[in-house]
């Protein structure tokens, strides 16, 4: 977000300046609180010249009035708004920012008939604030069209509990700003980032009260992580393992873990990816990116929990040192890998952050997140990441919280017989199964690492970047996977 803006929540609005914005529905397309600030009365007519009826996430651009308090008035429809989910909410405030242009005051009016709750009108302004989001630090020109260049915008929602608005609003403040994180971190360019400076962003989580700890190349060898380090041979930016925590909770509560895979940059090693598209594997480091973002979404809100969050961070380069098909490496387990293909260099990261997570932390429930395969695109496309999971509960809490937040995931199988298909003539398993079931075989893989822990895998190579534009995220990163989580842990973990 290169514009800053300040959100704030009034009893009264005191009008004379800016943009207003009244929410209408089908029942008042125009509200009363609309009609106050257009003494002439003739923004009834306008609406109907504009069509609007007050249908939901429908808007209506409304040159002021002559006798109008503001300079400009703007309709947005909620259509029956008690039916309205959270996420809708988040969307109508997304709609919001795009009628905002270049005015630097907005001031939303809720309508009478049906004010909307405080939790409604926190969503609005999360989702206001995520649609805001652009990363244009390296656009040295500004077109004289950009809405989104850096300046300042003061937006006030007028309510009638405007401090149980203000409090409603806490938490989400702490989202977007998680989501914020994420996104920044995706977008962010491989040569910008790499391992080293991605645990130093990770290190700067704690000043919000978070314990960083940065693992570098010499302690992971002592450690073992033979199959994490075998990435990293071939690039001379040295890995790194961040592993963050927050004790929100009691002392003797088993924390929640999350890992991340944090590729910062995936070339395929030796196994090299076509050139075309490659770029976008600065991305390649979505799950890590996401695990940092929850983090801080956490932290910031105080959340009464205690959580770990772990990334494995290399860059997956092929070079005169890399490592080669055929290798056979030993992963902190003790188990050994048979590398196929160096592409698929996720699994071999979080193989050993899975163990170094279990062996030290005993986790209550351990979720990773990983832009790991191609082949989930293939089956779910960008609007279901891929879920496997060893625990009915957990998958069933993960697929409410994503029905909650919009950021969805849909259950794939896990199988012996998908297991097989990874078992390696030379070693205890190979890095590939073959094309059929890619995502399965990949799963299957981590699955091997999992001892005893109720743990779930989220594929986010379709979801975290690459993104469709939606009314709450025009950024090719999405941040996907920090509200999902944060959900997931204010739905089944605190208190
Ligand atoms: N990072 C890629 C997966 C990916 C592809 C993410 C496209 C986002 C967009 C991963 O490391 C990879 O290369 N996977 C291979 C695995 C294969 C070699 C078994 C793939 O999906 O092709
Ligand atoms: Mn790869
Ligand atoms: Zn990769």
């Not at 001031?107 to 609005?124: H, K, N, Q, R, W």
């Not at 925590?245 to 090693?269: E, I, L, M, Q």
């Not at 979505?286 to 932290?299: K, N, Q, W």
């Not at 779910?380 to 919280?401: I, P, V, Y």
Request: charged share 25%; with cysteine.
């Amino acid at each position: 977000m290169s514009m800053s803006i300040e959100i704030s929540f009034s009893k009264t609005a005191k009008i004379s300046e800016g943009l207003v914005i009244a929410l209408g529905s089908l029942a008042e397309p125009v509200s009363a609180a609309a009609r106050s600030v257009d003494p002439a009365g003739q923004l009834d007519k306008a609406a109907k010249v504009a069509g609007f009826t007050g249908k939901s996430f429908a808007t209506a651009d409304i040159i002021a009035p002559v006798e109008a308090a503001a300079d400009r008035i703007a309709l947005i429809g909620t259509g029956e708004p008690d039916k309205l989910s959270a996420h809708e909410w988040m969307r109508v405030g997304g709609k919001a920012f795009t009628l905002v242009r270049k005015t630097e005051k907005l001031t939303v009016l809720l309508g009478e008939a049906a004010v909307p709750s405080v939790e409604a009108v926190a969503d609005m302004a999360l989702g206001l604030l995520m649609r805001s989001y652009s990363f244009d630090s390296y656009k040295t020109k500004k077109s004289e069209d950009d809405d989104t260049g850096p300046r300042k915008l003061t937006v006030v929602f007028q309510h009638p509990d405007a401090s149980g608005c203000k409090k409603a609003f806490t938490s989400r403040q702490a989202v977007a700003d998680g989501v914020k994180l994420a996104r920044d971190l995706v977008n962010e360019p491989a040569n910008v980032l790499g391992p080293v400076e991605f645990a130093a962003r990770a290190k700067e989580l704690e000043g919000l009260g978070i314990d960083v700890e940065i693992l570098t190349e010499k302690e992971m060898k002592k450690l073992k992580m033979e199959a994490l380090l075998g990435v990293s041979l071939g690039s001379v930016r040295p890995p790194r393992l961040a592993v963050m925590s927050w004790n929100g909770g009691k002392s003797k509560d088993k924390p929640v873990a999350f890992v991340g895979k944090g590729v910062v940059f995936d070339t395929g090693g030796i196994s090299i990816k076509p050139a075309a598209g490659m770029e976008d594997m600065k991305g390649d480091m979505g799950g890590a990116a996401a695990v940092i973002g929850l983090m801080h979404t956490l932290a910031a809100r105080k959340a009464k929990v205690n959580a770990i969050g772990i990334i494995g961070l290399v860059e997956n380069m092929p070079d005169g040192a890399a490592q080669r098909p055929g290798d056979i490496v030993r992963s902190m387990s003790g188990q050994t890998i048979e590398i196929i293909n160096t592409d698929a260099e996720g699994r071999l990261v979080l193989c050993d952050a899975l163990t170094y997570c279990q062996d030290r932390f005993k986790p209550e429930v351990m979720i990773n997140l990983a832009t790991l395969t191609g082949a989930v695109m293939v089956a779910l496309g960008q609007h279901h990441a891929g879920m496997f999971s060893n625990d009915d509960a957990l998958s069933e809490a993960l697929s409410k919280a994503g029905e909650a937040t919009q950021e969805r995931v849909w259950r794939l199988p896990l199988d012996p017989a998908y297991d097989k298909m990874i078992d390696s003539k030379f070693a205890d398993m190979k890095n590939t199964g073959g094309r059929y079931a890619g995502s399965i075989t990949a799963a299957q893989f981590l699955k091997r690492f999992v001892v005893d822990t109720p743990w779930a895998h989220l594929d986010i190579a379709g979801t975290a970047m690459g993104s469709p534009a939606t009314d709450i995220n025009q950024s090719w990163a999405s941040g996907f996977g920090v509200r999902l989580l944060d959900e997931l842990v204010r739905a089944n973990y605190e208190g």
